[in-house]
């Protein structure tokens, strides 16, 4: 299991896009460079703002991190996806964000 804090504050209103079900929000996971961190943090989130922005050489803003908690590798050959890019979930209709 991996778990993710994010502090929605920092979230770019203006690179949210609207798919067929709900409204997106794009995040990239970026493990640390020198392993766990002090808090045990064995990455960070950050804001993925679109390919046009990024070549731009604009970066999203880092919006929190991600621990891997009950001995999870990344590598459980059962759970892995058959694509090659990234599928967004839809949202949940009852979750609330405050903006």
Do not use: C, W
Not at 25 to 50: C, P, R, S, W
Not at 52 to 76: C, H, S
């Amino acid at each position: 299991m991996i778990t993710v804090s994010i502090d929605v504050t920092k979230i770019d209103k203006s690179a949210l896009y609207n798919g067929k079900k709900g409204t997106y929000l794009a995040l990239t996971m970026f493990e640390n460079k020198n392993g766990v961190d002090q808090y045990g943090n064995h990455g960070f989130i950050a804001q993925d703002l679109g390919k046009e922005r990024r070549m731009a050489g604009e970066k999203g803003p880092i919006l929190g991190n991600f621990k891997r908690v009950g001995g999870y590798t990344g590598q459980d050959s059962h759970n892995q996806s058959k694509s090659d890019g990234y599928q967004p979930q839809p949202a949940d209709d009852d979750l609330e964000i405050p903006f």
